[in-house]
Structures are given as structure tokens and as C-alpha cells.
């Protein structure tokens, strides 16, 4: 026992058993407890080797005998492995006196972390950490790497230095649901087969409609054809996206991709003019490994999907089930939110219930111009002259090329590629929601401004795959959640709602612009609920635009020269009802 914790004992039994448990609380090795280093400790990886400290002066520090001793005391806590007791040796000393030691067996993170644990509760022992393998951070030879500013060390990038030294994307597969995919030397090695599921002859340029050849026939289109746009030479979009998310790296050409040993499914939902919301639906489902009729199975189901695609309008069931269904097979969707410099409340499908809706950022990290935003952001990723994979040709493919694109559509893909590199190294498969939370919690502040809101903020691939790595799942959810709201269509009726006394339901509704009326009704079945309607922003028992009065289920809102945009509407119930229909129309 120290000298600080001695205790002098009288003659009388009950000080005398005070005196005694006062000093066997300070003779516990836990009043001397060493500092325990955690950090390297990963579920799928083996540790062997460890730094012990000792205290200054202690019989450990100065010989190995001693604190061999000092070892196996720890070792004894480890259960059998094999059959076989865990040995601890001492290797050598450092030049700065602490001790490398090695086990006779590679340890789990677990055990590695029980015995850190054991050698702390030494008294003679000052610190205890793992052994940590380093190495040369790598460097890969794509000669172009340099004018992908969104992969370099800036404060506006992705962070994606580091995430590469301890992932590479290696066994996941995203798909690109886009216009297709040409031929391309830094693309084909990570592409596999994918699906056409453009339906439209006119569309698709192809002219064999739905098959299982994913190449992009080209999209451009002369003046005039596609309502009001001028004429437009082909995109090549699907490439370029493809590129961003797993261009072939360290091949000493072109460029890298954010995770450049991912899998690559192209869907080609988008042609001339864009695509058809039936046709994106059911190529979400089937990249998701989901049943579509008449398509073969996706033999090779994504884990991630990328939407780099949109339109003004609400989510729509369509979508919405096609979402719900990517995220019960496993799948998290990725949708770039939209460039038109507006909430991203307005714009589908990144507004679709649990979808990771990203928007744009420049090299000065702040959000770039066009960018959509608002509370619906998920986070932001880099997508102004972001370069990536393309095509020459004017109308048909020729030959590979690269160039600079801007938009939203070009940030989904960095962040489809940090979820490819997150589940690469995750000790088991990440749900969509652990990777949404995960996202959101290892995001970092814009450099710059963003005005309107860009989410949790910029991604940062560095923090989140390494918390990936780690087993990390994210912060638990919120035990008390604000209700997800879903999507009301102009004049099309919810019918047969139900609930019980104090739930609510919530419901958000667009109203576009010059709108001349809003009407908003409750009505049918029985029970009593309250209606409560508000612009841009939730309403409360207080705070509304309005709120009808009485009992019972039939209450309407109606307001003249509504504002557009965004309307909430709050469903409560004072009494347990069924049958419920709730219906809004803009006029």
C-alpha cells in the first residue's frame, strides 16, 4: 500500500473495521488505474503486439523479469484460446523506457482491449496501447489526380486521403441509375452487367427497348424537341457519375474514383429528353436486387444506389415505394438534391422519405450556386468542376474522354462512393439507417457559407470510414422522433387512416406557384382529430395558419393566395379514429 493511503487503526472494533475498508478501497488497483489507449482496435482485424509504460522506479521498468511478471498476470484475465493459456513476453525496450510486448496468439478487439484493460489496473503500469501498423499513405499514380480538387488536402474537400489508406471500396457494389455507360479505359474493370430500363423506342435511341445492355446510346437532342430547352449535344452523364464513384485508380491514367475498387451496376433509366418516373422506379427496385416483372434478377445487388436525377414535384407513391423497397433489401439511396437554387422540399426524388439527399459545394466550401437546399439536406459533398470519366461524341459514343462537370449530380457520386469505401471496411453490413446516421454525425462545418441549410454538412471520409472501420453504427436514434412526413398529391385523397388518442400524423403538401387557393380536408370514418396547417414550417398547438374548431373528423383549411412552396400539415388525434381521409388541392 502507498504511503498516501495509510491508515492508523484504534483499539475499537467498529474504527478498526472502518480503518480496514478505507485501506483496502485505497490498496485497489483501481485507485492506480494506467491511461488505456483504444485507438487501432478494429472487430475484423487481429492484434498481437502492445506498448506497456511502467511508472518511473517500479521493479517492471527497470527489468525484463519483472515485467514478465507484470504480463502474465494480465494474460491469466484472457480466457483460453485453442485450449491454450495466452502467453505475454516481453519483446524489448524502447528508447523512451516504455516495453513492447507480444502475445502467443493474435487477440480479437475484444480480447486486445481486456488485456489493455488488465495491464491498466497494474499499480506499477502508466500506459498501455496497441502496436499500431502504419504505412506510407498512398499516393496513386493517376496523372490527372490533381485537378480533382475535391480528392486533394484543402478544408473544402472530401477528405479522402486518409479514408483511401484503410479502404478501397473492395466487395460492394453501387449502382448508377443514369443514362447508361460507354466503354472507357479508367471505367471497365469495375463495370458489371447492368439493365436498360428505358421503355420508350423515342427515349432510348436504341430502338430494342428494355434489355440487358446498359450502354448509353447517346441523349442529345436539336432545338426545340424537348419542350422549351434549346438543342444539346449527348451528356454522357451515366459515365461521368460512374467515374466520380469508382474510376480504376493507381492504373497510370486519367483519374481516381472515391472508391476505386467498388463495383459499378449501370441502369440506364434516362435518354433523350430525361426518362420516365415508371421506368427510374423500377430500375431503383432491381438495382436493389428487388423483383421487376419480366426482368431478369440483378444478379449482383448494390448496396448503394445513386440517383443523380430529379425534377420539381412531390416524391410521388411511385417513387416513394421504389425507395422503400432499395432500403428494405439493404440498399441506402444517394439522390443528388436538385440545381435549381431552391428548397430541396420541392424537387423529387430527393424528397423522398430515407433518401441521403445531398447537395453541391465549390473549392471554397461553400454551396455552390445552383445547389438546392433546406431542411431535407442530408449532408454536402464537393460537385462544382469535378472531373470525371466522358465520351467525344456529339450524338453517338466515340471516343473516352474527360471533362469537368457541375451539379448536384456530381456530389451524389462522391458521397455513393464514401458509403462504398464505409461498408468495405465495416466488421458487418451497414443498414441504410446506420449509414444515414453515420454520415450525419461525422460531417463537418462548411469552410464557407451555405444559406438555406446543407444538412449535418460536409461529408468527411476521413472520420466516417474510419468510424466505419471500428464497428461504429452511429448515435442511437432519436427515442422520441419527429414523425417522417410523407407526401401529398394535388387533389389525390389518403383514405383509411387510423390511430389512437395523442398519436399524429404528418403530411407536407407543395404549392406552386401562383396558386390562387389552398384547400386542405380531413373527413370520413370516425373518432375526433385536429387539423393544423402552416407554411415553410411545422405547425404547433400554438403556431399555425390555421386550425378549425369542433369535434369530430370533418374540418377543412382553406386559404386564399396561399404561399408556395412547402405547406406542413398536422394530423392530431384527441380521441381514437379509423377511417380517416386527408386530401389537399392547390388551384
Not at 486486445?112 to 499499480?123: D, I, K, N, P, S
Not at 430527393?350 to 445552383?370: D, I, K, L, Y
Not at 461529408?459 to 471500428?470: F, L, S, T
Amino acid at each position: 500500500m502507498s504511503t498516501h493511503c495509510r491508515v492508523l487503526t484504534r483499539s475499537h472494533p467498529v474504527a478498526a473495521a472502518v480503518a480496514l475498508a478505507v485501506a483496502g478501497f485505497c490498496a485497489s488497483p483501481f485507485s492506480h488505474a494506467g491511461n488505456v489507449d483504444l485507438q487501432g482496435l478494429a472487430g475484423n482485424t487481429a492484434h498481437q503486439q502492445f506498448i506497456v509504460t511502467y511508472r518511473s522506479g517500479s521493479a517492471s521498468a527497470s527489468s525484463l523479469a519483472g515485467a514478465a511478471r507484470s504480463l502474465q498476470r494480465a494474460a491469466d484475465a484472457l480466457p483460453r484460446k485453442g485450449g491454450r493459456a495466452v502467453q505475454v513476453h516481453a519483446l524489448r525496450r524502447m528508447a523512451i523506457g516504455s516495453m513492447v510486448v507480444r502475445t502467443s496468439v493474435p487477440l480479437d478487439a475484444a480480447e486486445a482491449e481486456q488485456l489493455l484493460r488488465a495491464l491498466a489496473q497494474q499499480e506499477e503500469v502508466d500506459a498501455v496501447q496497441l502496436d499500431a501498423i502504419l504505412r506510407p499513405s498512398w499516393n496513386p499514380d493517376d496523372p490527372r489526380l490533381g485537378e480533382q480538387w475535391s480528392f486533394g488536402a484543402s478544408n473544402a474537400a472530401l477528405g479522402i486521403r486518409p479514408a483511401w489508406d484503410i479502404a478501397s471500396g473492395k466487395g460492394v457494389v453501387v449502382a448508377v441509375i443514369d443514362t447508361g455507360i460507354t466503354r472507357h479505359p479508367d471505367l471497365d474493370a469495375n463495370m458489371l452487367p447492368g439493365y436498360d430500363f428505358i421503355s420508350d423506342p423515342a427515349i432510348s435511341r436504341d430502338g430494342d427497348g428494355r434489355d440487358g445492355d446498359a450502354s448509353d446510346a447517346g441523349d442529345w437532342y436539336p432545338s426545340g424537341e424537348c419542350g422549351s430547352a434549346g438543342g444539346s449535344r449527348s451528356s454522357w452523364h451515366g459515365t461521368h457519375v460512374a467515374g466520380t464513384v469508382a474510376a480504376s485508380t493507381d492504373n497510370g491514367i486519367g483519374v481516381a474514383g472515391t472508391a476505386f475498387n467498388a463495383k459499378v451496376v449501370p441502369v440506364r433509366v434516362l435518354g433523350r429528353c430525361g426518362g420516365f418516373q415508371s421506368d427510374i422506379a423500377d430500375g431503383i427496385v432491381w438495382a436493389a436486387g428487388g423483383r421487376v416483372p419480366g426482368v431478369a434478377d440483378n444478379p449482383h445487388p448494390a448496396q448503394v444506389v445513386n440517383l443523380s436525377l430529379g425534377g420539381f414535384g412531390s416524391c410521388g407513391r411511385a417513387s416513394q415505394a421504389a425507395v422503400d423497397t432499395a432500403i428494405a433489401h439493404g440498399a441506402s439511396v444517394i439522390v443528388a438534391a436538385g440545381n435549381s437554387n431552391d428548397d430541396v422540399a420541392r424537387y423529387r426524388p430527393a424528397n423522398c422519405r430515407g433518401v441521403v439527399a445531398v447537395a453541391a459545394t465549390n473549392a471554397a466550401g461553400s454551396r455552390a450556386s445552383f445547389s438546392n437546399y433546406g431542411a431535407r439536406i442530408t449532408v454536402a459533398a464537393p460537385g462544382e468542376s469535378i472531373l470525371s470519366t466522358l465520351n467525344d461524341g456529339q450524338q453517338g459514343p466515340a471516343q473516352p474522354s474527360y471533362a469537368a462537370y457541375s451539379g448536384t449530380s456530381m456530389a451524389a457520386p462522391h458521397v455513393a462512393g464514401v458509403v462504398a469505401l464505409m461498408q468495405s471496411v465495416a466488421p458487418k453490413p451497414l443498414l441504410p439507417a446506420q449509414v444515414d446516421a453515420l454520415l450525419r454525425s461525422a460531417a463537418g462545418p462548411l469552410p464557407g457559407t451555405c444559406t438555406g441549410g446543407c444538412g449535418a454538412g460536409l461529408v468527411d471520409a476521413a472520420v466516417v470510414v474510419a468510424r466505419a472501420a471500428a464497428g461504429d453504427t452511429g448515435p442511437d436514434p432519436d427515442p422520441d422522433p419527429d414523425p417522417d412526413p410523407s407526401d401529398l398529391e394535388n387533389d389525390v385523397p389518403v383514405r383509411g387512416l387510423s390511430g389512437t388518442a395523442g398519436s399524429e400524423r404528418w403530411y407536407t403538401f407543395n404549392v406552386p406557384a401562383g396558386s390562387n387557393m389552398l384547400v386542405v380536408q380531413i373527413g370520413e370514418g370516425s373518432g375526433d382529430v385536429d387539423l393544423y396547417t402552416r407554411h415553410a414550417v411545422r405547425p404547433t398547438d400554438t403556431e399555425y395558419n390555421c386550425r378549425p374548431q369542433g369535434t369530430g373528423n370533418s374540418k377543412t383549411c382553406v386559404r386564399v393566395w396561399p404561399g408556395s412552396g412547402t405547406w406542413h400539415i398536422r394530423i392530431k388525434a384527441i380521441s381514437d379514429y379509423s377511417g380517416l381521409l386527408v386530401k389537399a388541392k392547390a388551384e
